[in-house]
């Protein structure tokens, strides 16, 4: 009798001790689950105050204070490091000297001292140059997708590196800038691969098309491509093949158009032809280098 008290006392206390362990254990995981809900809030919260830095020096023009947002090891998907991405910032704020930017952060993924910003960006601005002695205004207007890739340093957020994923841009003058002027190709190639690069013009019968469609790799300084012009067919459409570069660096596929507008005259065979604007418009293509190191086996 006594043994068999002795035995139920201890499997009571060995349930006791076991339920005990069990709920220290979900405290515990409660515990360290909140924590790591606070800090992840407070780390969303971080990161989105360096966006919103970020947005102020650019619109600013302020390469200094911009420059601290920036980790030295900095590295973006086109090979540029810190000290060339903000020397082609500097060129850029140069010829367009109101470049103001906005950013709509998409999604934020932390993972520890790591973390991505899905971002979408847009860019809008004025540049003034001489055609011929002439003064003429144009308007630059950018739209992208991109990845932004953080790191904690002594508990600060750095950007440290940036994946683009898709990029359209546009410099338009005169009537050019009321035109719905579009390019396609492909977002993404392989290295060597052909693809096709359209543009395509809203406009009318009396408007007069040239224009010519090339490929500018991402590279700094930057080269400018020359191209034979060609006549836009009745559609307003001009179409051309071209071959990725094998050099495994992006590229962007570039259409410069020339407009000219046709007038008829008081007279019935009278005409008069002038320069009614200037485009070009761009798309970015990421280029996947070529893999030397994938073996199928039979």
């Known amino acids: 009798m006594k043994r068999i008290l002795i035995t139920l006392f201890l499997l009571m206390l060995s349930c006791s001790v076991v339920q005990t362990t069990s709920e220290a254990s979900l405290i515990s ?10 800090i992840n809030k407070q780390n969303i919260k971080d ?5 919103n830095k970020h947005t102020e020096y650019a619109n600013s023009h302020n390469l200094a204070s911009l420059r601290t947002l920036y980790s030295d090891s900095y590295m973006n998907s086109d090979g540029f490091n810190k000290d060339v991405y903000f020397k082609s910032i500097e060129s850029t704020w140069k010829d367009c000297n109101d470049l103001t930017y906005t950013t709509k952060i998409l999604s934020i993924n932390v993972n520890g001292d ?3 910003v899905n971002v979408e960006e847009t860019a809008t601005g004025t540049i003034f140059e001489k055609i011929d002695s002439i003064p003429v205004t144009g308007e630059i207007h950018s739209k992208s997708q991109g990845i932004y890739h953080l790191t904690k340093i002594n508990s600060i ?3 440290s590196a940036e994946t683009a994923i898709s990029d359209e841009s546009s410099l338009l003058y005169g009537n050019a800038r009321f035109m719905n002027i579009e390019i396609q190709a492909p977002s993404q190639v392989s290295s060597g691969e052909e693809y096709t690069a359209t543009v395509k013009v809203d406009a009318d019968k009396n408007t007069f098309i040239i224009g010519a469609i090339d490929r500018d790799p991402v590279i700094y300084p930057s080269t400018a491509p020359k191209s034979e012009l060609r006549a836009l067919n009745k559609e307003q459409e001009l179409e051309r093949v071209l071959r990725a570069n094998t050099d495994n660096i992006n590229e962007y596929a570039v259409a410069s158009l020339a407009i000219s507008k046709v007038e008829q005259g008081k007279e019935q065979n009278n005409y008069r032809i002038y320069m009614a604007g200037l485009a070009c418009v761009m798309k970015r293509i990421n280029v996947i280098p070529k893999n030397n190191f994938i073996k199928i086996e039979e």
């Open 29 to 38: 995981d409660r515990s360290y689950r909140a924590e790591q809900k606070q």
């Open 47 to 51: 990161i989105k105050a360096l966006f």
């Open 114 to 116: 790591h973390a991505s």
């Open 157 to 159: 957020w750095y950007i």
